[in-house]
């Protein structure tokens, strides 16, 4: 268990002006469960009970710290140049956030971000993504492909393909646009 750099002993140095986490502790978001819960390490927890409005409110509070925590990102990739862009949106994918590395390249490139869904198209089944552009939708074959950069950069290059309205030889660009992206990341 980890020690409050704010403790004093048995007692809070910062009560009055304590972080919202603070605030509403012993109950964390249990983020295998995506459900509000109490935390077993403290001591007191059994005193206390999860009700609906604080599972509301640590629920509302995980998503403003991701919603600033992506904010920061977008910021320090605007403000560190491509390199770093381009390295923040592969670890966004290969972490398993695929939507957030969407909305990065999204802004980025001044376009709308697509949509992303698991599922196959017709006519599509054994390619690894496809992008519908009458959807504006990227589709993955399946779920690992959401921790696959080259497959979703890949694919949102034919997003902003299709934007632009070219579609023709657009493959061994979509192609060099991912590898461009894991250049950065592995260098």
């Not at 704010?6 to 809070?12: P, V």
């Not at 409005?53 to 403000?79: G, N, P, T, Y």
């Not at 939507?99 to 949509?115: F, I, N, Q, S, T």
């Amino acid at each position: 268990m980890g020690r409050c750099v704010f403790q004093n002993g048995q007692l809070c140095t910062i009560y009055n002006d304590r972080p919202e986490g603070c605030r509403i502790y012993p109950v964390i978001l249990d983020v295998y469960k995506e459900k509000a819960v109490l935390d077993g390490d403290c001591p007191y927890h059994r005193k206390f009970q999860v009700t609906p409005s604080i599972s509301r409110e640590v629920i509302k509070l995980v998503q403003e710290l991701s919603r600033e925590r992506d904010r920061r990102l977008r910021s320090r990739a605007h403000m560190m140049g491509e390199r770093y862009c381009k390295t923040q949106v592969v670890r966004l994918i290969r972490e398993g956030r695929p939507e957030d590395a969407l909305a990065l390249l999204a802004e980025e490139y001044g376009v709308r971000p697509p949509k992303l869904l698991v599922g196959t198209v017709k006519g599509r089944r054994r390619v690894a993504g496809c992008y519908v552009a009458k959807e504006g939708t990227i589709y993955l074959s399946n779920a690992e492909m959401m921790f696959n950069p080259y497959v979703v950069l890949h694919e949102f290059y034919h997003h902003l393909r299709s934007i632009e309205g070219k579609f023709s030889g657009s493959e061994k660009h979509a192609e060099r646009f991912a590898r461009e992206f894991l250049k950065f990341h592995s260098s």
